[in-house]
T-cell receptor, first 114, second 113 residues
């Protein structure tokens, strides 16, 4: 079955540091890939997406490139802010048949210190 | 923001009591989902619906039932709550077209004592 593996946290960085959160996946066919962010006490918000190989998703300074050859979708940001502190989830959507179900990684907690 | 409302937002109840959580959407999306979120497990799918009265099980469906009598409402019921069902529950919706993402509600924090 489909699976998503993302780096375990927690990750602690200083403001303006470079961020990478690794995500790799196993799936049949051609899934779409997503990063969601969850701020404390809130639901999940879509951060960015990529629907085919070599697509780059970007939003709010975050980027991730869909790499089919390495089955990866790593999240990066060049300069993090305190407000980026949250839990980040990598997810894939494999729409085989009639099932549009997301498969999530376990999440990575990011804390950014001033 | 997608129009998704979960109710209640918080609930504390006792073991053995029935509990119903409600998800209401204003987007007229076909697909609706219930997840639970637990530390170390990420989000796990409980049940989902692909239309009115059309539902199917997810990976952690034991002890849960669902109903969808209208496009806009998706109910999750714990027939006899157990402490292992203490969790944060999220509803999500999607239009199910192409490769569109799911949009999530703000969650219901359920504590079973």
């Amino acid at each position: 079955g489909d699976s998503v593996t993302q780096m375990e946290g927690p990750v602690t960085l200083s403001e303006e540091a470079f961020l990478t959160i690794n995500c790799t996946y196993t799936a049949t066919g051609y899934p779409s890939l997503f990063w969601y962010v969850q701020y404390p006490g809130e639901g999940l918000q879509l951060l960015l997406k990529a629907t085919k190989a070599d697509d780059k998703g970007s939003n709010k300074g975050f980027e991730a490139t869909y790499r089919k050859e390495t089955t990866s979708f790593h999240l990066e940001k060049g300069s993090v802010q305190v407000s980026d502190s949250a839990v980040y989830f990598c997810a894939l959507l494999n729409s085989g048949g009639s099932n549009y179900k997301l498969t999530f990684g376990k999440g990575t907690l990011l804390t950014v210190n001033p | 923001d997608a129009g998704i409302t979960q109710s209640p937002r918080h609930k504390v109840t006792e073991t053995g009591t029935p509990v119903t959580l409600r998800c209401h959407q204003t987007e007229n999306h076909r697909y609706m989902y219930w997840y639970r979120q637990d530390p170390g497990h990420g989000l796990r799918l409980i049940h989902y619906s692909y239309g009115v009265k059309d539902t199917d099980k997810g990976e952690v469906s034991d002890g849960y039932s669902v109903s969808r009598s209208k496009t806009e409402d998706f109910l999750l019921t714990l027939e006899s709550a157990t402490s292992s069902q203490t969790s944060v529950y999220f509803c999500a919706i999607s239009d199910g077209t192409g490769y569109q993402p799911q949009h999530f509600g703000d969650g219901t924090r359920l504590s079973i004592l």
